[in-house]
């Protein structure tokens, strides 16, 4: 396995919930992990977090390795310098928007603390709204808050657990333009996980299909919705089992 | 109105509330997040105080706590007095006759905290004792001071089990529920009347705290 750069991961397990799962994705590269509810999706993602311990597996990233249970190695979720974005968002109650993204930047000294925090908003258009707790925003800022704050961790990998299921329509459009606009300033792997295959194929380089806890295929959205490698992963696409013709 | 009697009561309250506040919540905190083995067992037998006659708790107390006992003798060789009928034995009573009223508020209050929240802090960098000081202290407090206000009023009106473990010796273990029973075996009514009037409205007022901080709760969660 190349480790030289980006994130690697060999998850291995038969059960409690069975995983077989081999990937990796590069810098600079959004790789989206595509599967039915239930698939496991979100177990590899807080696999890599560090909140989830497999019985086998590796996990590494920008060279450093986090997991390896054949070696007893096993960084504590603290200690991964992780950026991620709950499905609920998960932001702190009691504390205000800019509360959330400080808690994120305890690396850095307590001086420079706030205006990073600042510059974070900033970035993902909240200025003016720093003071507000998360009940006092909408579904939207809060998820903004949720990036911002997962930003300001200065991670080496950032990860996503279905962002935008938790808003309507026309903010889930609006928040996935603001993201592919946020691309153009990381350079970090960035992994989806999603179960809308539209949103994979207009978000992500590369597209990872996961059923019962098992890659099934990685490939560029539109190889996978041209050649599926099988009709299980035709199916978990929705795609007919001889795939899409080409447009 | 017997003031030693009273100040007595609000002595031991306080003792009580010092020591399970920082044992309670440990204990609560394992309660709330740990899965082990046997742990319904473990919560039922610190639930025992809530249901068991206080004749029952202060008999196997005051067994525990008496000359004959290891700890009593241990006790009587390195302090020079009984742990029985003395303050001390009184308040080791009382805080394990407290600890299913200061313990269970506070688990509920820890298990009211959303697993991704403190999920969320660990992503942020913050170690353990950072999650709890920053993310546990502050959203589980109305149920840690639940615990506590009911465990203090609770110590103010404990009678059966003061009675049996410290008897009532003015100024030692005559507490103000032991002075109340007194004063009516003695047809002090006025008396009686006046520290009943007292332990009524302790009370009242920290059931009034305990449902208030239940309101917030369900608030910030709702």
């Not at chain 1, 750069?5 to 989206?32: K, N, W, Y």
């Not at chain 1, 590494?60 to 974005?85: F, K, Q």
Request: hydrophobic share 50%; charged share 20%; proline share 7%.
């Amino acid at each position: 396995m190349d480790s030289t750069g980006g994130l690697h991961v060999q998850l291995h397990q038969t059960g409690p919930i069975p995983l077989d799962v081999r990937l990796s994705c590069g810098e600079r590269e959004m790789l989206a992990l595509v599967g039915v509810s239930g698939s496991g999706k979100t177990t590899i993602l807080r696999a890599i977090a560090g909140l989830y311990r497999p019985r086998k597996g590796l996990v590494i990233c920008g060279g450093e390795v986090w997991l390896d249970t054949e070696r007893g190695t096993d960084v504590r979720a603290y200690r991964r310098r992780v950026g991620l974005v709950f499905q609920s968002y998960a932001l702190f109650p009691h504390m205000t928007a800019l509360g959330n993204v400080v808690t994120a930047l305890m690396h850095r000294p307590a001086a420079e603390r706030e205006a990073r925090a600042r510059a974070f908003l900033a970035q993902v258009h909240l200025q003016g709204l720093e003071g507000r707790r998360p009940a006092e925003l909408s579904g939207g800022q809060q998820q903004r808050v949720a990036i911002a704050r997962a930003l300001a961790r200065e991670p080496v990998v950032l990860l996503l657990d279905e962002p935008f299921s938790a808003v309507d329509r026309p903010t889930r459009r609006h928040l996935r333009a603001e993201l592919t606009e946020l691309r153009q300033t990381v350079d970090i792997p960035i992994v989806l996980v999603t179960h809308d295959i539209d949103e994979a194929v207009q978000l992500a380089d590369r597209i990872c299909v996961i059923d019962k806890g098992e890659t099934l295929q990685i490939g560029r959205p539109a190889e996978l919705l041209q050649a599926p490698a099988n009709p299980r992963v035709a199916a978990v696409l929705d795609l007919p089992a001889e795939g899409r013709p080409p447009p | 109105m017997d003031w030693p009697a009273l100040a007595l009561s609000l002595r031991l309250g306080a003792f009580t509330v010092l020591v399970l506040l920082p044992t309670g919540i440990v204990v609560a905190r394992l309660l709330a997040y740990r899965q082990f083995r046997g742990k319904g067992y473990a919560e039922a037998f610190l639930a025992l105080p809530l249901v068991l006659p206080p004749t029952v708790l202060g008999y196997y107390l005051l067994q525990a706590f008496g000359v004959a006992s290891p700890l009593g003798q241990f006790w009587q060789a390195v302090f020079g007095h009984p742990l029985a009928f003395s303050f001390e034995g009184l308040l080791a009573a009382s805080i394990i006759v407290n600890i299913p009223f200061a313990v269970q508020p506070m688990q509920r209050g820890f298990e009211a905290i959303p697993a991704d929240i403190r999920e969320a802090g660990a992503c942020c960098g913050l170690s353990p004792w950072q999650v709890f000081w920053k993310i546990d202290l502050p959203l589980a407090w109305p149920g840690i001071v639940t615990g506590l206000v009911l465990a203090f009023a609770h110590t103010l009106g404990e009678f059966g089990v003061v009675l049996m473990v410290g008897g009532s010796i003015p100024g030692e273990t005559r507490t103000i529920a032991i002075s109340i029973y007194d004063r009516v075996q003695a047809f002090d009514d006025q008396a009686a009347g006046v520290m009943s009037a007292l332990l009524l409205a302790l009370a009242l007022f920290a059931l009034g705290i305990t449902y208030a901080l239940s309101r917030k709760v369900g608030r910030r969660h709702g």
